[in-house]
């Protein structure tokens, strides 16, 4: 079975940090560093937007404006794992955090997570 696990969410005061994981598993992830992952997140009442992305080999990253110089993203190939260092929190970064895995380019992603929610409070 294909799967995303997301964890590491939870309820942190503004300011604070968190770090999200996501541990792949399943036939298409024997091959885990074939795969760009990213992490995507949706407010409520919000679309899902775009976070964070990695490629396969953990060279290059980018960052949404929102979230640049305050969220790092990497990744453990021989863990196959994701993740997600948050910091210097704030309220509107709250959401369901998802990650998402593609062998191709991320703005279609073959894999997604169940999600994971953030919470801040002011």
């Known amino acids: 079975q294909v799967q995303l696990v997301e964890s590491g969410g939870g309820l942190v005061q503004a300011g604070g940090s968190l770090r999200l994981s996501c541990a792949a598993s399943g036939r298409p992830f024997s091959t885990f560093s074939a795969f760009h992952m990213g992490w995507f997140r949706q407010a409520p009442g919000k679309e899902r937007e775009f976070v964070a992305r990695?490629?396969?080999?953990?060279?290059?990253?980018s960052y949404a404006d929102s979230v640049k110089g305050r969220f790092a993203i990497s990744r453990d190939n021989a863990k196959k794992t994701l993740y997600l260092q948050m910091n210097s929190l704030k309220p509107e970064d709250t959401a369901v955090y998802y990650c998402a895995a593609s062998r191709g380019a991320l703005v279609t992603p073959e894999y997604w997570g169940q999600g994971t929610q953030v919470t801040v409070s002011s």
């Open positions: 990695i490629t396969w080999s953990g060279t290059s990253e």
